[in-house]
């Protein structure tokens, strides 16, 4: 009786099916790691394990975990989408912010390196770029421009690093009950004389809704940056040096 071997060619053609190893599939596991598990826990060794592959067979594609979570971020921020420069700039504006708090909601442990982890120059230039044309097509002079996507940008990282940490959220807006009234207890334990006013809106906080909180941070931030452009639906035309 002839004998059969039926079992190699299934271990061949698990082989042959298996998604080959490269940045994209790494960062993307590095990823879901460090947003289950922060940043602290993600090493070359857990990523192996996750991918399964030798530790490393990483470092051909990555020479260490600082330049793995450089391209963490730039990953994050590159999911921004470019709107189109037709649209006027406040709209453009206000999907610029609300794609980076997508960004930072869905990936909270690796936002944060988006704003304190050098980026490499084109991942660091796209919000840059999108604030800069809709600031210029708003008629703001190429100064003004320039600072006002710095104040921009400095309020979207400040407050996203500040909801994500959750005191927009959190316990303060928890359904559990028991969640809501430690937060309060934690506040009505501060000293009165250096805290009075933080005390007495304690159970105000929690009324706050933070897509609300969000919403009037940019009609704010608009009203100022905005006050004295003169809008236009169409992007300047810049003379060629």
Same mark, same amino acid.
């Given at each position: ?119 490499d120059m084109r991942a660091a230039a796209r919000p840059v770029e999108i604030a800069l044309q809709a600031f210029l097509d708003a ?13 921009? +940008? %400095?309020?979207?990282?400040?407050? /996203? *690093? ?5 005191? $927009? @959220?959190? !316990?303060? =807006?928890?359904a559990d009950a028991s969640l809501r009234a430690e937060s309060f207890a934690e506040i ?29 941070? +940019? %009609?704010?931030?608009?009203?100022? /940056? *905005? ?5 236009? $639906? @169409?992007? !300047?035309? =810049?003379?060629?040096?």
């Amino acid at each position: 009786m002839a004998r059969t071997t039926a079992t190699k060619p299934k271990r061949a053609a698990t082989c042959a099916t298996r998604e080959p190893l490269d940045r994209r599939r790494i960062v993307l596991a590095a990823t879901r790691i460090a947003n289950a598990q922060g940043t602290d826990a993600l090493s070359m060794r857990v990523l192996a394990a996750e991918l399964g592959v030798e530790a490393m067979s990483l470092y051909s594609h990555f020479t260490s975990k600082h330049a793995l979570l450089g391209h963490m971020a730039a990953q994050a921020i590159e999911q921004i989408k470019i709107p189109s420069r037709t649209l006027a700039p406040r709209t453009r504006l206000h999907r610029l912010a609300t794609d980076m708090r997508r960004i930072a909601q869905s990936n909270p442990a690796v936002f944060p390196l988006v704003v304190l982890h050098p980026l490499d120059m084109r991942a660091a230039a796209r919000p840059v770029e999108i604030a800069l044309q809709a600031f210029l097509d708003a008629g703001l002079s190429d100064q003004r421009a320039i600072r006002c996507q710095r104040v921009f +940008l %400095s309020f979207l990282r400040g407050y /996203l *690093l500040w909801e994500i940490g959750g005191f $927009t @959220a959190g !316990r303060w =807006r928890s359904a559990d009950a028991s969640l809501r009234a430690e937060s309060f207890a934690e506040i009505r334990a501060l000293d009165q004389v250096e805290f009075p006013e933080t005390r007495r809106l304690a159970e105000s906080f929690s009324r706050i809704s933070p897509d609300q909180a969000f919403a009037d941070g +940019l %009609s704010s931030v608009f009203a100022t /940056l *905005l006050a004295s452009a003169t809008t236009s $639906t @169409a992007p !300047r035309t =810049r003379a060629r040096p």
